[in-house]
């Protein structure tokens, strides 16, 4: 069992900043993947960003390219995603996501989620 806690979520200006925080915790040695997914209002739920936890190689989802970064501290067992440049159209409950094996991209690969934290750009 892998246990995930998100924070950082909030309320900011279009064209601000925000950085996302994931601490997991339990069975974290079985970690494949990470990844960030969000579901704005009326949306199904999209992935955003996804990273190896051994080795580092990353996907980010077309929308958030060169605006978002995503990060890992695995003596941390932290994820991290840093968010420039904030659109409204970014609104969303962001979830943060493990995987214990597969490619790490498709959603029916992970195993475990967080809470999700809400991200709202006001424009």
């Known amino acids: 069992q892998v246990q995930l806690v998100e924070s950082g979520g909030g309320l900011v200006q279009a064209g601000g900043s925000l950085r996302l925080s994931c601490a997991a915790s339990?069975?974290?040695?079985?970690?494949?993947?990470m990844g960030w997914f969000r579901q704005a209002p009326g949306k199904e739920r999209e992935i955003v960003a996804a990273i190896m936890w051994i080795g580092g190689s990353t996907y980010y989802a077309d929308s958030v390219k060169g605006r978002f970064t995503i990060s890992r501290d695995n003596a941390k067992n932290t994820l991290y995603l840093q968010m420039n440049s904030l659109k409204p159209e970014d609104t969303a409950v962001y979830y943060c996501?493990?995987?214990?094996?597969?490619?790490?991209?498709?959603?029916?690969?992970?195993?475990?989620w967080g809470q999700g934290t809400q991200v709202t750009v006001s424009s």
């Open positions: 339990g069975r974290t040695f079985s970690m494949y993947a």
């Open positions: 996501a493990a995987a214990g094996a597969g490619d790490g991209v498709r959603q029916a690969t992970y195993d475990y």
